[in-house]
């Protein structure tokens, strides 16, 4: 059987290329970067071209990119240093209600700690209104952390006008990039983010690998302590091979970018097309057109997310859901139920996230796939009248 994976936002293959430019830094180039002998200088070369990489896609200088764990790690950093860096300043942060997990329990973490934080609302698109940033600022705001684009709906936020607004009022601005970063062109001036987290993994880099931007004379307090590596801001002998991959992932994407969204953006459309013409009560989740080129997110009512999920696995076919049974947690997705979804609607999404080895086929496939599997679980639902 041939398998489709449709799970790009959760992570995706490594690109061959990637795999390739990684493998000598395992064996003949193994040094360590701080190491001041010759096997060390090849590691440390390698990182600065890496960073270097990964600087101009961003139109950034190369001393404001870190190199971290991952982008779980970015978001922390660049929360709670800039939390602890501000203390003095004052004790409130701005986020949103949909935010990756990253960003919400770190929020929630300093909130015991004794800061203050603001979680806006979106709308039913998901989109946040600038305008409810700027009326939640007071004179104790030290953060804004707002993501750029959303890992379940696809969402994409006004974060050029947040920014704005941020600058404005010398607020440290945070924008989570995990998303966006190599799949959209993006200036780090134009958006006015101070900092940008960005991660290797879901842009066929290797996992375990991430990267912060921090703009010149942004205020962070260091997250890992120990040696001098980073510029004394993250701490710990330097994940050459990933660094390496992660570069090598950025100037592939940098290249074949604005192709790729092009390709994705017939895909997705056609598959919520065909969704729509072939299953009836269906609901989009997220924005129709501010959306990632690669994010289908629906509800399918009467139904079970989490059925649909491992029908389509056996069939072959990758997919995602906010059902609660699907993770170990029995929560719906906090982010459609921000949408004002009810926990039906909720539990009834389907997720599907394409990128750069998914065809025309695949589509054809799931559309072929997925009306039959629905009509089976609602012929066998009790929710289902027909
Ligand atoms: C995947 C993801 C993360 C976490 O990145 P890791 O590298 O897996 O830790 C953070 N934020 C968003 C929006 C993501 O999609």
């Not at 970018?257 to 994705?264: C, G, W």
């Not at 009836?280 to 059925?307: A, Q």
């Not at 993770?327 to 997705?333: C, F, I, K, N, W």
Request: with cysteine; glycine share 8%.
């Amino acid at each position: 059987m041939k398998k489709i994976y449709l799970d790009y936002a959760a992570t995706t293959p490594t690109d061959p290329e990637v795999v390739k430019a990684m493998l000598p830094y395992f064996t003949d180039r193994f040094g360590n970067p701080s190491s001041i002998h010759s096997f060390g200088q090849e590691g440390k070369a390698a990182i600065e071209e890496a960073r270097g990489k990964i600087a101009s896609f961003l139109g950034a200088k190369q001393e404001e990119i870190i190199f971290t764990g991952c982008g779980t790690e970015s978001d922390n950093f660049a929360i709670k240093g800039t939390a602890y860096a501000n203390q003095n300043k004052g004790n409130h942060i701005i986020t949103s209600s949909i935010e990756h997990p990253a960003v919400i329990k770190s929020c929630k973490f300093l909130e015991k700690m004794g800061f203050k934080i603001t979680y806006l609302p979106v709308n039913k698109d998901g989109l946040i209104d600038p305008d409810d940033v700027k009326k939640a600022i007071t004179d104790k705001t030290i953060l804004i952390s707002i993501m750029h684009a959303n890992n379940e709906i696809g969402t994409i936020q006004p974060i050029a006008e947040i920014g704005k607004i941020a600058k404005e009022k010398e607020i440290s601005f945070h924008s989570d990039a995990v998303q966006t970063f190599g799949h959209l062109p993006i200036n780090v001036d134009e958006l006015n983010v101070d900092l940008f987290s960005m991660s290797g993994h879901k842009l066929c880099g290797p996992n375990g690998i991430g990267a912060l931007y921090i703009g010149k004379g942004t205020r962070i307090v260091p997250f890992m302590h120990g040696g001098e590596q980073e510029k004394r801001r993250r701490a710990s002998t330097e994940n050459v091979p990933a660094i390496v991959g992660f570069g090598k992932a950025v100037e592939i994407a940098r290249e074949t970018m604005n192709e790729e969204a092009k390709k994705l953006t017939v895909l997705r459309d056609k598959l919520i097309k065909g969704i729509f013409e072939k299953i009836e009560h269906v609901r989009l989740n997220g924005h129709p057109t501010k959306r990632l080129p690669n994010n289908v997110n629906v509800s399918i009512e009467f139904i079970e997310g989490e059925s649909m999920l491992l029908n389509l696995d056996m069939e072959g076919i990758a997919v995602s859901t906010g059902s609660a049974c699907s993770s170990s947690s029995l929560e719906a997705s906090h982010v459609l139920l921000a949408l004002g979804l009810s926990h039906e609607l909720a539990h009834g999404s389907l997720r599907f996230t394409m990128g750069r080895f998914t065809e025309k086929k695949d589509i054809d496939d799931v559309l072929e796939v997925l009306p039959k599997i629905v009509k089976k679980l609602r012929s066998m639902s009790p929710l289902w009248k027909n």
